[in-house]
């Protein structure tokens, strides 16, 4: 299986090669054509040579007529190609009769993905929401695509807060405590738990007094430790299905699991010759990375009070997924602060023969959601806004948008539906690396580069269907208007789409591709009857149309980890 653009690229690369070998097509789309070459002007510099005289001897040895109707030089050597309807025709047909909609499947490979990454004993803030939905689309898009995908949602559950938050437990009696956390409050009882700390001192001794029997391995602290982790996974649950994402319990693997690998690992850099001591405390020192005086800036694997710190639990998480989970690659869809860590963790495990040609780590970073002040998202209070609480206001938004739109159809479903979409949809059309605005009349707006356009599209061309005679079908697609040519080719591009968004890990991509389909597709349904069509093959070849542009529009909001309403 094919895709056009490859297959154009599998006609141009031998006639650029003539010419000066692996020379690069450059093959674009255009508003002017299908699409546009545009390597003849850089091969004619080289060369020495007119472009326009290069471009028309790359025309000359090119065999195109199966797949394109019309090639033109333009300008300074521009090589414009339109795509013949039987070519179109033919693509579509794959598309039809394929589950995957024509998209190839990319090479076999294991892929971890680490992403979400919220904290025991703390409510998910809307901070987390990129991570979140940027990972989870990811997920959906490489497994489409044919990988093995590896979920790691990679909770802080370790570390010296413990030790205050199972005497907090402890202090609250152990089955009030569960009770209220149960009921999804976990900011408050992290926040009670550090005001006592910092306000008793008595409490502070009993705390850390916990921390080394914790770490020790004392089996009363680790059943409450388990109850704390418990209660919190549990929340996070209920998050994760609010919003529609795949994650699940035995996904959750947090910095607690990594706590028995540590020694090895730096024993094992040790053994390397890596660890440099510098004030107690073993570090290494990657190349290239210095601190703001241009000193050697150095990874701290292990503290100098003895203790374990990020690296190291970030070091042997790495070990962990390439030794036995087997990764081929690992994504870290966590934000763009923590850059410089990240590079830093990879540099090091590289010089430990962790990382290497056959298996790489990449950080997928993204930027930060603000408030309409273009500050920090948080509430009036000044506190972070709970994710929870985001999901339900939009769930309310939605609502009242569908009533006064007399919706009656599943209203509580599809306004959650409808929500969803739309916050989703806000986040993920966002380049990721790129802050954004986080304003509810954007979010759920209904009109416009918003999910909810996107899910009404879909529910429009349903519509279509359950309003069709009985014995009134899809049937062969014949390409006589534009407007149906133009849906034609957005049609198609969709393996480009997807092709597009994982090479560059961005959602976004997609985003942009359905909505653009979702326009001509409502130009499509204005400028061409469908039920109404002039005659039964017109009928049946636009019924063909609608029922690709309906699943093509699944399938891609489904990759995003968006529903798809078959009513609004």
Same mark, same amino acid.
């Given at each position: !299986?094919?895709?056009?653009v490859?297959?154009?690229?599998?006609?141009?690369?031998? %006639?650029?090669?003539?010419l @000066?070998?692996?020379?690069?097509?450059?093959?674009?789309?255009s508003?002017?054509?299908?699409?546009?070459?545009?390597g003849?002007?850089?091969?004619?510099?080289?060369?020495?040579r007119?472009?326009?005289?290069?471009a028309?001897?790359?025309?000359?040895?090119?065999?195109?007529?199966?797949?394109?109707?019309?090639?033109?030089?333009?300008?300074?050597?521009?090589i414009?190609? *339109?795509?013949?309807?039987?070519?179109l025709?033919?693509?579509?047909?794959?598309?039809?009769s394929?589950?995957?909609?024509?998209?190839?499947?990319?090479p076999?490979?294991?892929?971890?993905?680490? &992403?979400?990454?919220?904290?025991?004993?703390?409510? *998910?803030?809307?901070?987390?929401?990129?991570?979140?939905?940027i990972?989870?689309?990811?997920?959906?898009?490489?497994?489409?695509?044919?990988?093995?995908?590896?979920?790691?949602?990679?909770?802080?559950?370790?570390?010296?807060?413990?030790? !205050?938050?199972?005497?907090?437990?402890?202090?609250?009696?152990?089955?009030?405590?569960?009770?209220g956390?149960?009921?999804?409050?976990?900011?408050t009882?992290?926040?009670?738990?550090?005001?006592?700390?910092?306000?008793d001192?008595?409490?502070?001794?009993?705390?850390?007094?916990?921390?080394?029997?914790?770490q020790?391995?004392?089996?009363?602290s680790?059943?409450?430790?388990? =109850?704390? =982790?418990?209660?919190?996974?549990?929340?996070?649950?209920?998050?994760?299905?609010?919003l529609?994402?795949?994650?699940?319990? /035995?996904?959750?693997?947090?910095?607690?699991? &990594?706590?028995?690998?540590?020694?090895?690992?730096?024993?094992d850099?040790?053994?390397?010759?890596?660890?440099?001591?510098?004030?107690?405390?073993?570090?290494?020192?990657?190349?290239?990375?210095?601190?703001?005086?241009? @000193?050697?800036?150095?990874?701290?694997?292990?503290?100098?009070?003895?203790?374990?710190?990020?690296?190291?639990?970030?070091?042997?998480?790495?070990?962990?997924?390439?030794?036995?989970?087997?990764?081929?690659?690992?994504?870290? =869809? =966590?934000?763009?602060?923590?850059?410089?860590?990240?590079?830093?963790?990879?540099?090091?495990?590289?010089?430990?023969?962790?990382?290497?040609?056959?298996?790489e780590?990449?950080?997928?970073?993204?930027?930060?959601?603000?408030?309409s002040?273009?500050? !920090?998202?948080k509430?009036r @209070?000044?506190?972070?806004?709970?994710l929870?609480?985001?999901?339900?206001?939009?769930?309310?938004?939605?609502?009242?948008?569908?009533?006064?739109?007399?919706?009656?159809?599943?209203?509580?479903?599809?306004?959650?539906?409808?929500?969803?979409?739309?916050?989703?949809?806000?986040?993920?059309?966002t380049?990721?690396?790129?802050?954004?605005?986080f304003?509810?009349?954007?979010?759920?707006?209904?009109?416009?580069?918003?999910?909810? &356009?996107?899910?009404?599209?879909?529910?429009?061309?349903?519509?279509?269907f359950?309003?069709?005679?009985?014995?009134?079908?899809?049937?062969?697609?014949?390409?006589?208007e534009?407007?149906?040519? %133009?849906?034609?080719?957005?049609?198609?591009?969709?393996?480009?789409?997807?092709?597009?968004?994982?090479?560059?890990?961005?959602?976004?991509?997609?985003?942009? /591709?359905?909505?653009?389909?979702?326009?001509?597709f409502?130009?499509?349904?204005?400028?061409?009857?469908?039920?109404?069509?002039?005659?039964?093959?017109?009928?049946?070849?636009?019924?063909?149309?609608?029922?690709?542009?309906?699943?093509?529009?699944?399938?891609?909001?489904?990759?995003?980890?968006? @529903?798809?309403?078959?009513? *609004?």
């Amino acid at each position: !299986m094919s895709t056009l653009v490859a297959r154009l690229l599998n006609r141009l690369q031998p %006639a650029f090669d003539a010419l @000066e070998v692996g020379a690069d097509p450059v093959l674009r789309t255009s508003d002017r054509a299908d699409f546009q070459v545009n390597g003849a002007m850089a091969l004619g510099k080289r060369l020495g040579r007119n472009p326009r005289d290069v471009a028309q001897e790359i025309v000359d040895r090119l065999e195109l007529s199966d797949l394109v109707s019309d090639v033109e030089i333009a300008g300074p050597g521009f090589i414009n190609l *339109m795509l013949s309807n039987e070519a179109l025709v033919a693509q579509l047909e794959i598309m039809g009769s394929d589950q995957s909609l024509g998209v190839p499947a990319g090479p076999a490979a294991t892929v971890v993905v680490d &992403y979400s990454a919220p904290n025991v004993a703390k409510e *998910m803030h809307v901070g987390h929401l990129r991570s979140t939905v940027i990972g989870d689309s990811l997920c959906r898009l490489l497994e489409f695509t044919g990988s093995t995908v590896i979920r790691r949602n990679h909770v802080g559950d370790w570390g010296t807060p413990f030790g !205050m938050l199972i005497e907090h437990l402890l202090d609250l009696g152990e089955e009030n405590a569960v009770e209220g956390l149960s009921m999804g409050d976990l900011n408050t009882f992290y926040t009670e738990a550090r005001a006592k700390f910092d306000a008793d001192d008595s409490f502070k001794e009993r705390s850390r007094n916990r921390v080394v029997a914790l770490q020790g391995g004392d089996e009363e602290s680790l059943r409450l430790w388990r =109850v704390l =982790v418990g209660e919190s996974v549990r929340y996070f649950d209920a998050v994760y299905r609010d919003l529609g994402v795949l994650l699940e319990d /035995y996904d959750v693997v947090g910095e607690s699991h &990594y706590n028995p690998l540590l020694d090895a690992v730096v024993r094992d850099l040790d053994a390397e010759g890596l660890i440099v001591e510098s004030g107690g405390a073993a570090c290494v020192f990657p190349p290239g990375f210095t601190n703001r005086e241009g @000193e050697p800036l150095p990874l701290i694997v292990r503290k100098s009070d003895e203790g374990y710190g990020y690296a190291a639990t970030d070091l042997a998480a790495i070990r962990d997924r390439v030794d036995t989970l087997g990764a081929d690659r690992i994504l870290y =869809v =966590v934000g763009a602060p923590q850059a410089q860590h990240l590079e830093m963790c990879f540099a090091v495990a590289a010089m430990a023969g962790w990382l290497g040609e056959e298996t790489e780590a990449i950080h997928v970073a993204f930027g930060s959601v603000l408030g309409s002040d273009r500050k !920090m998202f948080k509430t009036r @209070e000044g506190g972070t806004v709970k994710l929870k609480n985001l999901l339900d206001e939009g769930v309310e938004r939605a609502r009242q948008a569908l009533i006064e739109r007399d919706a009656d159809e599943d209203l509580e479903i599809i306004a959650r539906q409808l929500a969803m979409g739309a916050i989703k949809f806000a986040d993920l059309s966002t380049d990721r690396q790129r802050d954004y605005v986080f304003d509810w009349d954007r979010m759920l707006a209904f009109e416009g580069a918003t999910g909810p &356009y996107l899910q009404y599209a879909h529910a429009r061309i349903c519509s279509i269907f359950r309003r069709a005679d009985e014995g009134v079908e899809a049937g062969p697609i014949a390409l006589d208007e534009p407007a149906e040519r %133009a849906l034609a080719r957005h049609l198609v591009a969709l393996p480009d789409a997807i092709d597009a968004t994982l090479e560059s890990y961005s959602p976004s991509k997609l985003c942009s /591709y359905l909505f653009e389909l979702a326009q001509s597709f409502t130009t499509f349904y204005e400028h061409c009857p469908v039920l109404r069509a002039p005659d039964d093959a017109t009928r049946a070849s636009r019924l063909s149309l609608c029922e690709l542009s309906a699943t093509t529009l699944r399938v891609g909001l489904d990759l995003l980890g968006i @529903e798809a309403p078959e009513r *609004m």
